[in-house]
């Protein structure tokens, strides 16, 4: 570490002696964070000046009219708004002038609205719609950024010209609503009045109708009190009829008796005479009192029956009038369907008892036309009875005259009188039977006017129910008034028709709430644009700064602490710089959430992308430059700097996570826009593994790559035009067992090479043909393929690049092994005091690219840097006198001690150790570099180790040598 010190110290003070390079030292530390300061100005506020991207509109609209809306001119209207919009710059003009200034980009697009757009948008209101549309014009070839723009604007246009439209139709609508809720209203309320006024006649109608049911069933307990004594008469008209029968009956017998008595009455005519006419005169008085019973009990029944058909027509007469009364009422209509229903069901009921009452009136009046028949029969056998006693009087009258002579005529009397008597016995059988049945039908009425008085009671339930919901009905249609609904009804006419228009058009209103707010883009874009110049910084740094170190004033020092001396440098650099960079954009304004820490995250940053650009510039060299460069062109898309890395091709999706910029990117947003858990502890460990792997590359790879570079700088240097630096190579260059075939046997070393290298030889031009045109032709095939597949050309770029690599990487083996055949035959060349020295490492040459092909050279025994001494002689001897050894550790010319720092050539001097600079000019004619050996086939073995590899610890002095 001390040794890396010096190193750092060394440079610092070859940079502050020679004052010439402060400008570029200042260079490198401004030109990086220009980029970030003007990149970050200019994308400050870029959507504030928007006014200024110009589109065209043109309205060719000519209006609609409708009856819902009136007249509607929408084109007109959105002009009107877009002269008070000045978010892009509208520009109004003709048809042809517009498409004219968008292919000529005097405007980025232009809007035009076609002659029937409002009839199209007012055909929704006429069931015939047809969808209104706006044509859009867009110059996409004027702007990446612009069509995006006005995509917007064209998109606001659609959505005003919706939102307008929305508007009037809803004002009209909500209009209408309103005013039918004012005419609803109205009749609500004289529907309301109407209805109260029909529940109270529909009351007062139920009230009559329980009224006359209440008549009816005391009609009815009066008809069967009627009918009670009816039956009850009619039972003791037939006791008495039976009687009559009885009497009868016996009269018969007596006349029978009578009749054969006559033969034996001649003798005691005259008793007889007298005990006849007294039985007769007797049986008749019986008779005669049992006809008048009957006759009266037979008219006191019909007297009932015409009672009771009085009641019962008034009970139908009174059924009547409900049943018109109720269908009155269900005719006007206006009740609850579920009363009208129950009202239905009781008014079908009555009519069915009415009609069951009818048929027994009219039973009734059949029954009482059957008695008063009854009454006339007796009545006429009564009169047949007392004309058949007044004969019978009559003949016993003249028998006593001639009961002798009479005595055919006195037998010819009891005859018919017998027969009189059979008759009336007879039709007093046929009035028993017609008494019974009455007494039946009697009975029948009486239960019809049991159940009618029933359907009555439950017929004044009903309607004392149906009067009860009435009242109810009545209370809920004045309890309307005060009802949700009736209020809802309210708030409907009293609807603003303006305000609902503007809700229905504009009906969610977005509460934005920005989670770490960013208060400019320029803020949001910093984090990338710093990333970027830190980036740009540190790969400057490589290409104006040498990234080998020589040993002046510090030899002996390893590969190691060389390169930790030189990052020290390269890291002081870099910290300046992200201080610049940090602290400009703090006075530029870029919001942050702690500066110090948005300070301190740009140092750690730099000293990351320092890191890993240096380990790989140094391990590759100019190839190791290439890749910092394609690593920031694919981190710019790939790192989330600019979109969302979920906008981007799978590809970059897929690098996303293993690219620096991410990370670093990240670490400087939480210190932009605010800190949200350990996330600013996780980037910036991850962009720590970055650099642990970057020092794994510099201080342990870079030794197994340092002959590839070695020979990468010498193809380079050879070419008078690159620049090329010096390679610290760890070991000899030669393999070791080369080196000592050739102390013990040269000729054999001579033959085994030919005969090693003759194959190679004769295939070398054709690989490197094969290798270019496969190369070539290959890069042409996967850029046809991502020209014609346009969704996997950044994988196709991706393999397109590695392709390239494979590619290359088998020129570099390829040139490796061709070298390693000339370095062979360089040992062949050699004397057997070099190598000796090449064995043992006292004189090693080592380096390569400029050194190399200037005649100068870097070496290193083990893992030291050494000079070498610039009076050998062989591979690697000094140039001539008065060159500068580029990049050589070569000490000052006695003759420079006492020059001025200040002098031109102190300061060239200072450029030339530590800055890169073109490659030193050809030594000068007469010099003592000698002629390169021609090469000579011999058996450098490939596949054996260095002589480097053959060391335990490569960090320590190879045996025989000394450390420098």
């Given at each position: 570490m001390?040794?890396?010190?010096?190193?750092?110290?060394?440079?610092?003070?070859?940079?502050?002696?020679?004052?010439?390079?402060?400008?570029?030292?200042i260079?490198v530390?401004?030109?990086?964070?220009?980029?970030?300061?003007?990149?970050?100005?200019?994308?400050?506020?870029?959507?504030?000046?928007?006014g200024?991207?110009?589109?065209?509109?043109?309205?060719?609209?000519?209006?609609?009219?409708?009856?819902?809306t009136?007249?509607?001119?929408?084109?007109?209207q959105?002009?009107d708004?877009?002269?008070?919009?000045?978010?892009?710059?509208?520009?109004?003009?003709?048809?042809?002038?517009?498409?004219?200034?968008?292919?000529?980009?005097?405007?980025?697009?232009?809007?035009?609205?076609p002659?029937?757009?409002?009839?199209?948008?007012?055909?929704?209101?006429?069931?015939?719609?047809?969808?209104?549309?706006?044509?859009y014009?867009?110059n996409?070839?004027?702007?990446?950024?612009?069509?995006?723009i006005?995509?917007?604007g064209?998109?606001?246009?659609?959505?005003?010209?919706s939102?307008t439209?929305i508007?009037?139709?809803?004002?009209?609508?909500?209009?209408?609503?309103?005013?039918?809720?004012?005419?609803?209203e109205?009749?609500?309320?004289?529907?309301?009045?109407?209805?109260?006024?029909?529940?109270?006649?529909?009351?007062?109608?139920?009230a009559?109708?329980?009224?006359?049911?209440?008549?009816?069933?005391?009609?009815?307990?009066?008809?069967?009190?009627?009918l009670?004594?009816?039956?009850?008469t009619?039972?003791?008209?037939?006791?008495?009829?039976?009687?009559?029968?009885?009497?009868?009956?016996?009269?018969?017998?007596?006349?029978?008796?009578?009749?054969?008595?006559?033969?034996?009455?001649?003798?005691?005519?005259?008793?007889?005479?007298?005990?006849?006419?007294?039985?007769?005169?007797?049986?008749?008085?019986?008779?005669h009192?049992?006809?008048?019973?009957?006759?009266?009990?037979?008219?006191?029944?019909?007297?009932?029956?015409?009672?009771?058909?009085?009641?019962?027509?008034?009970?139908?007469?009174?059924?009547?009038?409900?049943?018109?009364?109720?269908?009155?009422?269900?005719?006007?209509?206006?009740?609850?369907?579920?009363?009208?229903?129950?009202?239905?069901?009781?008014?079908?009921?009555?009519?069915?008892?009415?009609?069951?009452?009818?048929?027994?009136?009219?039973?009734?009046a059949?029954?009482?036309?059957?008695t008063?028949g009854?009454?006339?029969?007796?009545?006429?056998?009564?009169d047949?009875?007392n004309n058949?006693?007044q004969?019978?009087?009559?003949?016993?009258?003249?028998?006593?005259?001639?009961?002798?002579?009479?005595?055919?005529?006195?037998?010819?009397?009891?005859?018919?009188?017998?027969?009189?008597?059979?008759?009336?016995?007879?039709?007093?059988?046929?009035?028993?039977?017609?008494?019974?049945q009455?007494?039946?039908?009697?009975?029948?009425?009486?239960?019809?006017?049991?159940?009618?008085s029933?359907?009555?009671?439950?017929?004044?339930?009903?309607?004392?129910?149906?009067?009860?919901?009435?009242?109810d009905?009545?209370?809920?249609?004045?309890?309307?008034g005060?009802?949700?609904?009736?209020?809802?009804?309210?708030?409907?006419?009293?609807?603003?028709?303006?305000?609902?228009?503007?809700?229905?058009?504009?009906?969610?209103?977005?509460?934005?709430h920005?989670?770490?707010?960013?208060?400019?883009?320029?803020?949001?874009?910093a984090?990338?644009?710093?990333?970027?110049?830190?980036?740009?910084?540190?790969?400057v740094?490589?290409?104006?700064?040498?990234v080998?170190?020589?040993?002046?004033?510090v030899?002996?020092?390893?590969?190691?602490?060389?390169?930790?001396?030189?990052?020290?440098?390269?890291?002081?650099?870099?910290?300046?710089?992200?201080?610049?960079?940090?602290?400009?954009?703090?006075i530029?304004?870029?919001?942050?959430?702690?500066?110090?820490a948005?300070?301190g995250?740009?140092?750690?940053?730099?000293l990351?992308?320092?890191?890993?650009?240096?380990?790989?510039?140094?391990?590759?060299?100019?190839v190791?430059?290439?890749?910092?460069?394609?690593?920031?062109?694919?981190?710019?898309?790939?790192?989330?700097?600019?979109?969302?890395?979920?906008?981007?091709p799978?590809?970059?999706?897929?690098?996303?996570?293993f690219?620096?910029f991410?990370?670093?990117?990240?670490?400087m947003?939480?210190?932009?826009?605010g800190?949200?858990?350990?996330?600013?502890?996780?980037?910036?460990?991850?962009?720590?593994?970055?650099?642990?792997?970057?020092?794994?590359?510099?201080?342990v790879?870079?030794?197994?790559?340092?002959?590839?570079?070695?020979?990468?700088?010498?193809?380079?240097?050879?070419?008078?035009?690159?620049?090329?630096?010096?390679?610290?190579?760890i070991?000899r260059?030669?393999r070791?067992?080369?080196?000592?075939?050739?102390?013990?046997?040269?000729?054999?070393?001579?033959?085994?090479?030919?005969?090693?290298?003759?194959?190679?030889?004769?295939?070398?031009?054709?690989?490197?043909?094969?290798?270019?045109?496969?190369?070539?032709?290959?890069?042409?095939?996967?850029?046809?393929?991502?020209?014609?597949?346009?969704?996997?050309s950044?994988?196709?770029?991706?393999?397109?690049?590695?392709?390239?690599?494979?590619?290359?990487?088998?020129?570099v083996?390829?040139?490796?092994?061709?070298?390693?055949?000339?370095?062979?035959a360089?040992?062949?060349?050699?004397?057997?005091?070099d190598?000796?020295?090449?064995?043992?490492?006292?004189?090693?040459?080592?380096?390569?690219?400029?050194?190399?092909?200037?005649?100068?050279?870097?070496?290193?025994?083990?893992?030291?840097?050494?000079?070498?001494?610039?009076t050998?002689?062989g591979?690697g001897?000094?140039?001539?006198?008065?060159?500068?050894?580029v990049?050589?550790?070569?000490?000052?010319?006695?003759s420079?001690?006492?020059a001025?720092?200040?002098?031109?050539?102190?300061?060239?001097?200072?450029l030339?150790?530590?800055?890169?600079?073109d490659?030193?000019?050809?030594?000068?004619?007469?010099?003592?570099?000698?002629?390169?050996?021609?090469p000579?086939?011999?058996?450098?073995?490939?596949?054996?180790?260095?002589?480097?590899a053959?060391?335990?610890?490569?960090?320590?002095?190879r045996?025989?040598?000394?450390?420098?």
């Amino acid at each position: 570490m001390r040794k890396s010190v010096q190193v750092f110290r060394r440079d610092v003070t070859r940079i502050f002696r020679a004052r010439r390079t402060w400008v570029i030292v200042i260079g490198v530390l401004l030109t990086p964070a220009l980029y970030a300061w003007f990149n970050i100005t200019a994308f400050w506020d870029p959507y504030a000046n928007t006014g200024n991207i110009k589109v065209a509109v043109v309205n060719l609209d000519e209006g609609a009219t409708s009856d819902l809306t009136g007249h509607v001119d929408v084109g007109a209207q959105v002009v009107d708004q877009l002269h008070d919009d000045h978010q892009l710059g509208w520009q109004f003009m003709g048809d042809d002038e517009a498409q004219a200034a968008v292919r000529s980009g005097d405007v980025y697009a232009a809007i035009v609205i076609p002659k029937d757009f409002s009839s199209d948008l007012l055909s929704i209101t006429t069931g015939t719609f047809t969808q209104p549309a706006l044509t859009y014009f867009v110059n996409e070839k004027a702007s990446a950024i612009a069509p995006k723009i006005t995509d917007v604007g064209a998109a606001g246009i659609d959505s005003q010209i919706s939102s307008t439209f929305i508007e009037q139709v809803a004002e009209a609508a909500t209009t209408e609503l309103k005013d039918a809720g004012d005419s609803v209203e109205l009749k609500l309320l004289n529907a309301k009045n109407d209805g109260l006024n029909a529940f109270d006649q529909a009351s007062g109608s139920i009230a009559s109708a329980r009224q006359g049911i209440a008549d009816m069933k005391a009609g009815i307990a009066r008809s069967r009190g009627s009918l009670s004594g009816a039956q009850t008469t009619l039972g003791d008209v037939d006791q008495t009829l039976g009687d009559v029968q009885t009497a009868l009956a016996q009269a018969q017998a007596i006349v029978a008796q009578a009749q054969t008595d006559v033969l034996s009455f001649t003798d005691a005519a005259t008793n007889a005479y007298v005990q006849g006419a007294t039985l007769l005169a007797d049986a008749s008085a019986q008779a005669h009192v049992s006809i008048t019973q009957v006759t009266q009990a037979l008219g006191q029944a019909g007297t009932r029956i015409d009672t009771a058909i009085a009641d019962i027509t008034a009970v139908t007469d009174a059924n009547a009038a409900a049943i018109a009364q109720l269908q009155d009422l269900l005719d006007a209509g206006g009740l609850d369907p579920a009363v009208a229903a129950q009202l239905q069901q009781v008014l079908t009921a009555l009519e069915q008892q009415n009609q069951a009452d009818q048929q027994l009136l009219a039973d009734l009046a059949t029954l009482n036309t059957d008695t008063a028949g009854a009454v006339q029969a007796v009545q006429a056998t009564a009169d047949a009875l007392n004309n058949a006693v007044q004969g019978a009087q009559t003949s016993a009258g003249t028998l006593r005259d001639a009961l002798t002579g009479s005595l055919p005529a006195l037998t010819s009397a009891t005859a018919t009188l017998s027969t009189s008597a059979g008759g009336f016995s007879a039709a007093l059988d046929a009035q028993r039977a017609q008494l019974t049945q009455a007494g039946t039908l009697l009975t029948g009425l009486d239960a019809q006017l049991v159940a009618t008085s029933t359907a009555l009671d439950s017929l004044d339930g009903n309607l004392a129910g149906i009067q009860t919901g009435l009242g109810d009905a009545r209370t809920d249609v004045l309890a309307l008034g005060s009802a949700s609904s009736w209020k809802t009804l309210g708030t409907v006419t009293g609807l603003d028709p303006q305000q609902i228009a503007q809700f229905i058009a504009t009906p969610v209103d977005v509460a934005e709430h920005a989670v770490f707010p960013v208060d400019s883009y320029g803020s949001a874009m910093a984090a990338l644009f710093t990333n970027l110049s830190l980036w740009i910084g540190a790969f400057v740094m490589m290409v104006i700064f040498k990234v080998e170190v020589d040993t002046e004033g510090v030899e002996p020092i390893r590969v190691r602490e060389a390169y930790v001396g030189r990052f020290l440098l390269f890291g002081t650099l870099g910290v300046l710089q992200a201080i610049v960079v940090t602290v400009g954009d703090l006075i530029i304004g870029v919001q942050t959430a702690n500066a110090a820490a948005f300070v301190g995250t740009g140092i750690l940053i730099s000293l990351a992308y320092v890191s890993i650009i240096y380990a790989l510039c140094v391990s590759f060299g100019h190839v190791g430059r290439g890749l910092c460069v394609l690593l920031v062109i694919m981190q710019i898309p790939g790192a989330s700097g600019l979109y969302p890395i979920e906008l981007m091709p799978q590809f970059f999706r897929n690098i996303y996570p293993f690219l620096p910029f991410t990370y670093g990117i990240d670490a400087m947003r939480e210190t932009i826009a605010g800190f949200y858990g350990a996330h600013w502890w996780r980037f910036m460990g991850v962009l720590g593994i970055f650099v642990v792997l970057a020092w794994v590359l510099g201080l342990v790879l870079r030794r197994r790559l340092a002959n590839l570079n070695r020979l990468f700088n010498r193809e380079i240097v050879a070419t008078d035009l690159l620049i090329g630096e010096d390679v610290q190579v760890i070991g000899r260059g030669y393999r070791l067992s080369d080196v000592i075939h050739a102390l013990s046997d040269r000729s054999d070393f001579r033959s085994r090479l030919d005969r090693r290298s003759r194959h190679f030889t004769e295939r070398y031009p054709t690989l490197l043909r094969v290798a270019l045109l496969t190369g070539l032709g290959g890069m042409v095939v996967l850029g046809l393929i991502a020209w014609l597949v346009h969704e996997q050309s950044a994988t196709l770029l991706f393999l397109w690049m590695l392709w390239c690599l494979v590619v290359i990487a088998f020129l570099v083996v390829l040139e490796y092994v061709n070298h390693s055949f000339e370095a062979a035959a360089e040992l062949a060349g050699m004397g057997d005091a070099d190598l000796r020295r090449a064995m043992h490492g006292v004189d090693t040459v080592s380096s390569g690219g400029a050194a190399e092909a200037s005649g100068g050279a870097q070496h290193l025994v083990g893992d030291d840097l050494t000079t070498p001494d610039p009076t050998e002689s062989g591979p690697g001897a000094a140039t001539a006198a008065g060159e500068p050894d580029v990049g050589a550790a070569s000490t000052p010319d006695a003759s420079d001690a006492g020059a001025d720092p200040d002098t031109v050539d102190s300061d060239t001097d200072e450029l030339t150790r530590l800055f890169a600079d073109d490659p030193a000019p050809a030594p000068a004619a007469g010099s003592a570099v000698p002629p390169e050996p021609e090469p000579e086939p011999a058996g450098a073995t490939e596949g054996e180790p260095d002589a480097e590899a053959s060391d335990d610890d490569p960090d320590a002095p190879r045996e025989g040598g000394e450390r420098a």
